[in-house]
C-alpha cells in the first residue's frame, strides 16, 4: 500500500462519498436555506418514510432522544418539518416535510443526480453497469456478516 491510500478500495469509497455529501451539502449550507449536513439526513429519510416516528428517526441516525429533539426542533423552526401525536398512541410523535422541506429534498435528489452524472463522467453505459455490480457484491459482503 502507498502513503496515499490510492489503493485501498474502502478507503477510496469513503472519500468519494465524504466528496459527494461536501459538494452537495455546500450549496444549501451557504444559499438562502441554511441546511446542514445532518439536516440533510433528516430530510432524506422522511421523504422516503413519511409519518415515521421519532424513535425510527432516532434509531437510523443513530441519535439520543436529546439530540433528536434538538435536531427536530431546529427544522421545525426553519418550516422544514411537522410533527403531530400519533393518533393510537398519543407519546409517539409522527414526522412529515412542510412543502418546504419537501421542496428542498427535491433540490438534494436533483444535486444528487448532477453529482452522480460527474462522478461518472467517461465511463459507458457497461462500464457504470459493471462498477453497480461490483460495488453491489461489496455492499452484500456486509449484509452477510
Known amino acids: 500500500m502507498t502513503n496515499s491510500h ?17 459538494r452537495q451539502f455546500e450549496q ?22 413519511p409519518g415515521a416516528s421519532q424513535g425510527d428517526l ?7 432522544k436529546a439530540q433528536m429533539a434538538r435536531l427536530i426542533k431546529g427544522l421545525r423552526d426553519k418550516d422544514l418539518l411537522s410533527s403531530e401525536p400519533d393518533a393510537d398512541d398519543r407519546r409517539i410523535v409522527r414526522l412529515t416535510l412542510t412543502a418546504r422541506g419537501a421542496g428542498i429534498k427535491t433540490e438534494m435528489q436533483q444535486q444528487g443526480k448532477h453529482l452522480s452524472q460527474l462522478a461518472l463522467n467517461g465511463l459507458n453505459v457497461e462500464e457504470q453497469q459493471q462498477l453497480l455490480a461490483l460495488v453491489r457484491r461489496v455492499y452484500d459482503n456486509f449484509e452477510q456478516v
Open 6 to 22: 490510492n489503493d485501498d478500495v474502502m478507503w477510496l469509497m469513503h472519500m468519494i462519498m465524504h466528496r459527494y455529501r461536501a
Open 28 to 49: 444549501l449550507r451557504d444559499g438562502p436555506y441554511n441546511i446542514t449536513h445532518m439536516d440533510g439526513k433528516v430530510l432524506a429519510y422522511l421523504g422516503r418514510n
Open 58 to 64: 432516532a434509531r437510523f441516525m443513530e441519535r439520543d
